[in-house]
């Protein structure tokens, strides 16, 4: 193996030879994996969870977990990576790349403060002046105060932006991102993806995500991968426009997307006609949380109702208020003000001074399954024993009704018996929607429930809230940052900001005629995949010729 | 709660269970078999001479009386005066008392690299060789009663190889320093088995925090090993640490009895056993307050450094992301 010199001066480029990565069981994880990077461009890739995109990623820097088998080549420049000795990892990784994670602030090492957070990162000697250009590269101050912050002290919005001033600081032509905007608000992830976008001309960049709408954003060049295999790459638009497999087909068909309003049913109209009792009212809630800095008021003076069969969506940018409003309905955080009505009677702020027939009425269904389930406890038992408690039938027969809803929600019997860890994420909240089902509730609440779903398993989960909610006439209220999931479920649309509801109405009249700058914000912040194609006409599409970009100054 | 209010509450606890102990250990040594006016006269005194010497040293009053008598004088400082004989306990602990403090300094400082250091070289890398060599290593190690390491390093160091002594001669009217090696063994001992328990859990604290995101952006990064251990792992693992290391305080004072009797080391423990033998009531309260206080101050470290470990920076995602532009 001969050594090339590394140029890390030029945006590179990236060849991946036949790679095949396999666990010390044998199992594929990568299967035979050839990918061409050229100089400039924006590589998309495409995949569920588990499909192997980020260890293909990470590969690319020569970071493969020591258990695993590795077949096939790596070249970035010209220089082999996999295999290379330590010393020409290391420099690949100090100035021919810049990475960055997905949860883009975990990254910051809280001991440390801004200036050293960025002085580590850049190759030179780190001057006061160089630390200053890389927070102005991406709009952060650089003033004294500011330099001696620590992550903690930073908003959110400085967070992302200071990872991101980090992963540049190097001044790499190569960008690796792993899901960086994944978990975030549309606000936030448009902010980001933003800055991205800036700062990607002259270099080379690589873009892992589930997300096909984010990767519409930047990407010249789409990967779809599957299991391990590249079962589809071309041009970013012809692709999308032309998806030659199944597969990809699927993933644009599950893709939330603002544009794609489901056919609106009559709001909270009876079969009869008649106006029905609300089966979820709320009326003038108060509520704060305490954190560090002090009392963050979550809600202020918000009322709103669920009908039966019918679902109403709690939209708001993270921090708005939304899971203390979901989290005040259930009685398990204690509102300042304002009540709560089921089926048109009050009941107590707390759910421990709840009957016990109340607080079957309302069920939550949370982001993460994972810590809703008793990892020691087979699902179907946890599923039985919520039947037994709260229908009060023998636990013979609760065993019975809990198959039923186990086959309802649209798993298979042989799933049962199994404990959470043999589940996926997708059969994990379909287990937990079966648990609340067990109830019989009038109301189920839905806290970013499918936001932590891969598209594809999100759009069959809430194919299923939208069939519960037609057949049980079950209420539901929606809890969601990503409003291509609320054009895809919702009847009625309430808007959060800052703990006060600056807008509601049904869907068609919210999305195509916002009133308020906060809606208008979240719709235009929202990726929507069919309005970015739109937007990206052929000729948007750069030509890379190999060396144009080359002659370009580093960006400041 | 502010964290001088925690400190003083801390405080009180300590003293409370201070006081409980000694109330336990004045008990203890009271329904000890014998007394001291026996044990002075011998078996074949005359009951008049036992009580007489029993009024003399104040051995009639009641166990109450004898309890607040002596609280009331160590509380000032006054440990009083032999039961056995006429000397002050205080000169007769207070070269033992230097002794197992001069050992326990030197075992603390071997203890905290061994756990720290070898703690960091596992932990960075959990699952990997040099992980699995050190983790089974201290796990048998600390499976091992105290007394057999001894043994195995006296047959190894003292007999086998006769590199030292394998009983600890401190030169008379000296202290432990002016023959270092007599704190080799005992000191090579405390460390093997103090350290190889901190070395398990300061391994679980550096795998934990191997695994958080910044330590694996800045591996990603090509930051150099040592400075991604001293830069970003150190010092989120620093506080819980140091909890450790101050959870093996009490071991260094009051689990030396065995080490010293071993090795015949002159300290604290060494005194303890002989004086108990000899129902010296006085010597005995006074070296169990003093290990217990020590224990207590550990314990009363270990919680301080806990409670500042709680107040550690809080996670990013708990607070709300970017305001509108």
Known sequence: MTAQPLRFDAAPKVSIDSLTIADPGGRLILSDVSLEIAEGTTVGIVGESGSGKSTLLRAILGAVHRDLRVEGAIAVDGTPILGAPRSVVARLRREGAAYLGQDPPASLTPSMRVEQLIAERIVERATFRAITEALHAVQLPADREFRRRRPYQLSGGQQQRLALARALANRSRLLLLDEPTTSLDVVTQAMVLDEIARQQSGRTTVIVSHDLAVVAQLADWLVVLRDGEIIEQGPFIDVVRQPASDYLAEIIDACPDLAKKHDQRPAHSAPGGHHLASALKVDGLRAAYETRSGSVVAAADVSFDVHPGECVALVGASGSGKSTIARSVIGVHAPEAGTVRLADKVVAPRAADRTHGERRRVQLIAQDPWAALNPRRRVGAALARSVERFRGVPRSQAGKIGLDLFERVGLHPDLFNRRPDRLSGGERQRVAIAIALAAEPDVLICDESTSALDVSIQAGVLDLLAELQRELSLGVLFITHDLGVVARIADRVLVLDDGKLCEHGTLSEVFDHPHHEMTRHLLSTSPSLSATLEERSPSHIHQHAGGKTLEQPPPL | ?325
């Open chain 2, 1 to 325: 709660m502010p964290i001088v209010l925690r400190l003083l509450s801390r405080l009180a606890i300590s003293l409370a269970l201070l006081l409980a102990v000694s109330i336990a250990v004045f008990a203890s040594v009271e329904i000890l078999p014998g007394d001291p006016a026996t044990t002075i006269l011998g078996r074949n005194a005359s009951p008049d001479r036992v009580d007489a010497l029993r009024e003399q040293l104040g051995l009639d009053n009641s166990p109450v009386v004898r309890y607040w008598d002596w609280l009331k004088s160590t509380a000032q400082g006054d440990l009083g005066l032999q039961a056995t004989g006429n000397r002050s306990v205080w000169s007769t602990i207070s070269t033992p008392l230097r002794n197992t403090a001069i050992l326990a300094v030197v075992a603390f400082a071997t203890t905290s690299i061994a756990a720290v250091g070898g703690g960091l070289i596992a932990g960075r890398r959990p699952g990997n060789r040099t992980d699995r060599v050190l983790s089974i290593g201290t796990l048998s190690i600390v499976a091992m009663p105290e007394f057999v390491i001894a043994g195995l390093l006296i047959s190894l160091f003292a007999f086998r190889l006769d590199w030292v002594s394998s009983v600890s001669l401190v030169p008379l009217g000296g202290t432990p320093l002016d023959a270092p090696s007599t704190l080799i063994l005992p000191v090579a001992t405390i460390t093997l088995v103090a350290g190889s328990y901190g070395l398990r859990l300061v391994r679980a604290l550096v795998a934990e925090a191997s695994a958080q995101p910044f330590v694996e952006a800045a591996r990603l990064a090509g930051v150099r090993e040592t400075a991604v251990l001293r830069r970003h792992l150190l010092p989120s693992v620093a506080a819980p640490t140091a909890q450790v290391l101050a959870f093996s305080v009490p071991y260094l004072i009051g689990g030396t009895v065995i080490v010293e009797q071993v090795f015949a080391y002159p300290g604290l423990g060494s005194l303890l056993v002989e004086q108990i033998a000899r129902r010296d009531v006085t010597v005995v309260e006074a070296i169990a307050m003093i290990m217990t206080t020590a224990v207590i101050a550990g314990f009363l470290i270990a919680d301080l450094l806990g409670a500042l470990t709680a107040r550690h920076i809080p996670r990013s995602d708990s607070r709300p992301s970017a305001a509108l532009p």
